[in-house]
């Protein structure tokens, strides 16, 4: 079944309000076998000194952790995040809007987009002459965010409540817009930057993300 917007039920708030973040109740083994696969993927890609491909992998998962941050402080002011993971479906929760397998599974989607590129990574779609078309790598991050958004629908409808949107005005085309499709523009198109502009997003990026976990986990904020 999917869930194409937020329903504002009453259900929906209390799940929300029943979350426990960072709680170990559920943990499991998992959580290990999970974090030995990301440590094989980067690894795999270092010892082939693929860095491009690592490049992409942290300049999306570094944008997915500051927008995860940014739902929780959203949380946090307005009573409930834009979405959220149930306490029923994982192992643990991260924030109140992302739990382990989801994070990791951040992890390694900007590899796996980068990777889906073609070989020229100038190449452009539709072109005629030469010119026009679009760039394989725009035409990628969107069928991506396309890919990421559907999926999160199913997620929504799932019966354990694996994705909770609260909004009604929240759901699959805003989620789409908003979320993914900058989620896949960084992975495919920060390897390729200049070095220093390539270092300076990563570096601001990271340092952010380090930056606000240090002061806003400690007052409780998220």
């Given at each position: 079944?999917?869930?194409?917007?937020?329903?504002g039920?009453q259900?929906a708030k209390?799940l929300?309000k029943?979350i426990?973040?960072?709680?170990?109740e559920?943990?499991?083994?998992t959580?290990i076998f999970?974090?030995s696969?990301v440590?094989?993927?980067?690894?795999?890609e270092?010892?082939?000194?693929?860095?491009?491909?690592?490049?992409?992998g942290?300049?999306?998962?570094?944008?997915?952790?500051?927008y995860?941050?940014?739902n929780?402080i959203?949380a946090?002011?307005?009573?409930y995040?834009?979405?959220s993971?149930?306490?029923?479906s994982?192992?643990f929760?991260?924030?109140?809007?992302v739990c382990?397998?989801?994070?990791?599974?951040?992890?390694?989607?900007?590899i796996?987009?980068?990777k889906?590129?073609?070989?020229?990574?100038n190449?452009?779609y539709f072109?005629?002459?030469?010119?026009?078309?679009?760039?394989?790598?725009l035409?990628?991050a969107?069928?991506m965010?396309?890919?990421?958004?559907?999926f999160?629908?199913f997620?929504?409808?799932?019966s354990n409540h694996?994705f909770?949107?609260?909004?009604?005005?929240?759901?699959?085309?805003?989620?789409f817009?908003?979320?993914?499709i900058?989620f896949f523009l960084?992975s495919n198109?920060?390897?390729?930057?200049e070095?220093?502009?390539?270092n300076?997003?990563?570096?601001?990026?990271?340092?952010?993300?380090?930056?606000?976990?240090v002061?806003?986990?400690?007052?409780?904020?998220?």
């Amino acid at each position: 079944m999917f869930v194409f917007w937020g329903d504002g039920s009453q259900e929906a708030k209390d799940l929300v309000k029943s979350i426990i973040v960072r709680s170990t109740e559920n943990f499991n083994w998992t959580f290990i076998f999970i974090l030995s696969v990301v440590f094989y993927v980067y690894w795999s890609e270092i010892n082939k000194k693929n860095y491009k491909a690592i490049y992409a992998g942290l300049a999306l998962y570094g944008v997915h952790w500051l927008y995860e941050i940014g739902n929780a402080i959203i949380a946090h002011v307005f009573g409930y995040p834009l979405w959220s993971v149930s306490n029923a479906s994982t192992t643990f929760i991260l924030l109140i809007g992302v739990c382990w397998e989801l994070s990791m599974m951040f992890s390694l989607a900007g590899i796996i987009s980068f990777k889906m590129l073609p070989d020229d990574r100038n190449a452009r779609y539709f072109a005629k002459d030469g010119k026009g078309g679009i760039s394989c790598k725009l035409a990628g991050a969107l069928s991506m965010a396309l890919l990421f958004a559907l999926f999160e629908s199913f997620l929504a409808g799932t019966s354990n409540h694996s994705f909770i949107w609260v909004y009604r005005w929240w759901g699959v085309i805003p989620v789409f817009i908003t979320t993914y499709i900058p989620f896949f523009l960084a992975s495919n198109y920060v390897p390729d930057m200049e070095p220093k502009k390539r270092n300076a997003f990563l570096m601001g990026v990271w340092g952010l993300v380090a930056l606000l976990l240090v002061v806003l986990i400690p007052l409780g904020v998220i």
